[in-house]
Each structure stands twice: as structure tokens, then as C-alpha cells.
């Protein structure tokens, strides 16, 4: 029969300990995981039946694309899908919302799942700089647990939930490519 209770001189007391914060951690990870837009959850991969009205056609790579505040869509028949942008696409003004961080003294800009660096006045969307702390990662990843440590993968972008300050955040451990 398994024990439920664990004494102090069992061997075991350890897991006492190690399942509450395990609960904890994948629970305030699940509530602060995804990144709001404009009051909507904007997931990769949804498809749309109108692009935005505000969107401005751009082209990059021989693909056109729908730019909306940060999001990015492509004509998918006659529907549209968010997607994520091309590394080397550049804009003038990053979206409102956007996080500065800073990795061995350079400055990154982060929103919803973009990573984005400055050169002669544009940003330039880039791979994340492994080892980054951001807020949040963008919704329509995979999550998983190992050994009560939460991660998460979206468009090839390895996240780990880590504690901050006391604060949940999320640490670039693999970028793809």
C-alpha cells in the first residue's frame, strides 16, 4: 500500500515539498502564459475570413503579407492566416505594447512572440538571443512539464518558466535555426 503521509524520518519527505510548488508554478504559468493584442488573444496558425481594415499590404521575399499592430497575416485562399513574420522584415514603428529588454548590452524589442532589433531607423524582426527574459510567450504553442519545470515551444522557440524578482517569466533556452 502507498503511503499518502510522509514522516520526517521517511526518506521520501521530499515530495511533500516538491508537488505544491510544482502545482503552483504550472498554474500562475498557465494564467500569465499569452500575450493580449488589442484585447484579443491572437494565436498563430488562426485562420480569419476578412484581414483587418487597418492592415497595410507589405511584401517581403516574394510573399505578401497583411500588417496589423504587431500581427502579421498571408492570404491563405480566400481567408487569411496569422503567421509569423519573416526573419529580415522591417518596419518604422514598432507596435504599441512592445517590451525592451537588453541581452549583452544590445537592445531587443519583444511583442507577441517577435523579436525585434534597430538598424538605420527600422526594426528588423530577428531569432530571439538565447537567454532572454520576456513577460510572456505568444499563445498557440505546445507546453510541457519535466520534473515540475514548465516550458513551452511556439515556431521553433524553446521557452522555459522561470522565477524572477518573484515573477513568472520566460527564458529563451533554444532558438530555431
Given at each position: 500500500m502507498k503511503k499518502l503521509f510522509y514522516s520526517e524520518n521517511s526518506r521520501d519527505s521530499k515530495a511533500l515539498f516538491i508537488l505544491p510548488i510544482c502545482i503552483a508554478t504550472l498554474w500562475v504559468g498557465k494564467m500569465s502564459a499569452h500575450?493580449?493584442?488589442r484585447g484579443a488573444v491572437v494565436t498563430r496558425g488562426a485562420i480569419v475570413t476578412t484581414a483587418p481594415r487597418s492592415g497595410a499590404w507589405v511584401s517581403f521575399g516574394?510573399?505578401?503579407?497583411?500588417?496589423?499592430?504587431?500581427?502579421?497575416?498571408?492570404?491563405?485562399?480566400?481567408?487569411?492566416?496569422?503567421?509569423?513574420?519573416?526573419?529580415g522584415f522591417r518596419l518604422r514603428i514598432l507596435p504599441a505594447g512592445?517590451?525592451?529588454?537588453?541581452?549583452?548590452?544590445?537592445?531587443?524589442?519583444?511583442?507577441?512572440?517577435?523579436y525585434y532589433i534597430t538598424r538605420d531607423?527600422?526594426?528588423?524582426?530577428v531569432q530571439p538571443p538565447v537567454g532572454a527574459?520576456?513577460?510572456?510567450?505568444?499563445?498557440?504553442?505546445?507546453e510541457s512539464v519535466i520534473d515540475c519545470n514548465t516550458f513551452y515551444e511556439v515556431d521553433g522557440i524553446q521557452y522555459q518558466a522561470v522565477l524572477?524578482?518573484?515573477a513568472i517569466w520566460y527564458k529563451v533556452i533554444k532558438a530555431k535555426g
Open positions: 500575450q493580449p493584442v516574394g510573399t505578401r503579407y497583411i500588417y496589423d499592430g504587431g500581427v502579421y497575416y498571408r492570404p491563405h485562399g480566400k481567408s487569411y492566416v496569422v503567421v509569423t513574420p519573416p526573419i512592445y517590451t525592451t529588454f537588453y541581452v549583452g548590452g544590445l537592445p531587443y524589442y519583444y511583442y507577441a512572440g517577435t531607423e527600422d526594426y528588423i524582426v527574459l520576456v513577460e510572456s510567450v505568444p499563445k498557440g504553442g505546445k524572477e524578482d518573484g
